[in-house]
């Protein structure tokens, strides 16, 4: 199965901050690679897919950039309602693997 | 409205059986795959496998092979996790998801989770 780690497990940021989570396959996966959202007792909400594309409602100060085996998720200035636990996940093959999530705190 | 709507919660004992359910809506459910998801308490998110409803054809994740049932009844628009016997690792909320279109491809939309509680 091809693993996704992503990076750093939390982060602590101010609204108004710009920041950026790392996401890396252990083998090539292209461009095959989505973003989602989770907030505490919901469902996760995809965020970006194809790497870079945004899903339609998603706001503009999100970005995702990257190819291969090294992507980035981008909050370009942190809202209060962006606090969250982000995750990547590869869709090469049809084995789907999500990292391990990245927790998203207030500082 | 595309939405995926999930079963309620469960308590069960380890040994018992059990079928938890997600029903689409606003969509051509045979066109999509269904993935299912399981989301440890405190943990990540793990994909457990995925069924296309058109034909019942499944995926299963090597983790979950063997452990977990995956179906579906397109007459009524609902795929089905299932087992046979329960154990209290299995404990779990349980996320149903629509693929979209291609046959690897980002999960869409989500149902709202079906929390399962394992205890003796």
């Known amino acids: 199965d091809i693993q996704m780690t992503q990076s750093p497990s939390t982060l602590s940021a101010s609204v108004g901050d710009r920041v950026t989570i790392t996401c890396r396959a252990s083998?090539?996966?292209?461009?095959?690679l989505a973003w989602y959202q989770q907030k505490p007792g919901k469902a996760p909400k995809l965020l970006i897919y194809?790497?870079?594309t945004l899903e339609s409602g998603v706001p503009l100060r999100f970005s995702g950039s990257g190819s291969g085996t090294e992507f980035t998720l981008t909050i370009s200035s942190l809202q209060p309602d962006d606090f969250a636990t982000y995750y990547c996940?590869?869709?090469?093959?049809?084995?789907?693997?999500f990292g391990q999530g990245t927790k998203l705190e207030i500082k | 409205e595309v939405q995926l709507v999930q079963s309620g919660a469960e308590v069960k004992k380890p040994g018992e059986s059990l079928r938890i359910s997600c029903k689409g809506s606003?969509?051509?459910?045979?066109?999509?795959?269904i993935n299912w998801v399981r989301q440890m308490p405190g943990k990540g998110l793990e994909w457990m496998g995925r069924?296309?409803?058109?034909?019942?054809?499944?995926n299963y994740s090597p983790s979950f092979q063997g452990h977990v049932t995956i179906s579906s009844d397109k007459s009524i628009s609902t795929a089905y996790l299932q087992w046979s016997s329960l154990e209290a690792s299995d404990t779990a909320i349980y996320y149903c998801?629509?693929?979209?279109?291609?046959?690897?491809?980002?999960?869409?939309?989500w149902g709202q989770g079906t929390m399962v509680t394992v205890s003796s």
């Open positions: 998801a629509k693929q979209s279109g291609s046959y690897v491809d980002r999960l869409d939309i």
């Open positions: 606003g969509y051509s459910f045979i066109s999509y795959w």
């Open positions: 069924i296309d409803p058109s034909d019942s054809y499944t």
């Open positions: 083998q090539s996966i292209s461009s095959w």
């Open positions: 194809k790497a870079s």
């Open positions: 996940q590869q869709y090469n093959s049809y084995v789907y693997t």
